[in-house]
């Protein structure tokens, strides 16, 4: 059972364009909703993170959009960087379980 | 201050060895979980700890994968005995709490 998904599972862009990246989840219980970034040969970095109560969270060229209603977020990075080649996943935790459940990642290539 | 460590980075072994990854997470952490993560099934969850407490022992590899905290400041999983199906990536994280993890940088394992 996939509690969180993502799309697309790969994406390029130009540099200078904005990438947005996709996350859904079923278990209403999820309250809070990290991103990471992970580097070939490097462990998940947290990115940025967002509570439901909730509907945008911004860090520099990095902003997540919170829709609850729909169970629906995204992660945009403006201005992309080839730096920015990475895959990132979405995750949730919920009622302080401890526990992540993750997506399966987006693949992002940066082109410059 | 230091993040999560793991070792060795990088291990090679023979089908039925035995198998011992270590890690340190970030002091004063309390939650402590270990992970596979394979480019198909991605993250899965192994073991979980809440104040040296195991609290999840990851259902379908309770039967070679065995995780330990021994104190608060070091955990080993030990894998016996090794499957060729079990090259991974396996990722120790850290978290204070029990919202954000944060992960080391993984020892990636094969098995021959």
Redesign the interface.
């Known amino acids: 059972q996939q509690q969180v998904r993502q799309s697309p599972q790969s994406l390029t862009v130009w540099e200078g364009e904005t990438a947005i990246l996709n996350c859904s989840y079923e278990n209403s219980a999820f309250d809070?909703f990290?991103w990471?970034q992970q580097f070939p040969?490097?462990?998940?970095?947290?990115l940025i993170?967002i509570r439901s109560v909730s509907d945008k969270k911004e860090d520099g060229r990095f902003t997540i959009f919170f829709n609850k209603r729909e169970k629906k977020l995204s992660l945009h990075i403006t201005d992309s960087q080839p730096g920015d080649s990475a895959t990132y996943?979405c995750a949730a935790?919920g009622a302080?379980?401890?526990?992540?459940t993750?997506?399966?990642?987006t693949i992002l290539r940066v082109h410059p | 201050d230091a993040g999560v460590t793991q070792t060795p980075r990088h291990e090679v072994a023979e089908k039925g060895q035995t198998i011992i990854l270590k890690c340190e997470p970030v002091s004063g952490h309390n939650d402590l979980f270990w992970y596979r993560q394979t480019k198909i099934q991605g993250l899965e969850l192994l073991s979980y700890f809440r104040s040296k407490s195991l609290m999840e022992d990851g259902g379908a590899f309770k039967d070679r994968f065995k995780a330990e905290m021994l104190n608060s400041s070091f955990s080993t999983l030990k894998i016996q005995p090794t499957e060729p199906k079990d090259s991974a990536v396996y990722l120790c994280a850290s978290s204070p709490n029990q919202d954000t993890q944060y992960f080391g940088p993984g020892t990636r394992l094969l098995v021959l």
């Open positions: 809070y990290p990471y040969g490097e462990g998940p970095a947290l993170a996943f935790n302080n379980t401890g526990k992540l993750f997506g399966h990642g």
